[in-house]
């Protein structure tokens, strides 16, 4: 658990400075990618689901 939260901050951050200095590209996407699978696997996942569950309900009842 320990080593997935610091990979996710790793992959957050580095996607943090590409995203600022709009580098995108196929490095950019891979770290995207990345970031996602391991903040997936992380407590995090849980209540990220259900915001966007909760977003989507308030979009839909507008």
Do not use: Y
């Amino acid at each position: 658990m320990a080593i997935t939260v610091s990979l996710v901050a790793l992959f957050g951050l580095v996607l943090f400075f590409l995203l600022r200095s709009k580098t995108l590209g196929f490095g950019s996407a891979f770290i995207a990618i990345m970031f996602g699978f391991f903040l997936a696997s992380t407590g995090a996942s849980g209540p990220i689901n259900q915001l966007t569950h909760a977003v989507l309900d308030a979009v839909r009842n507008l």
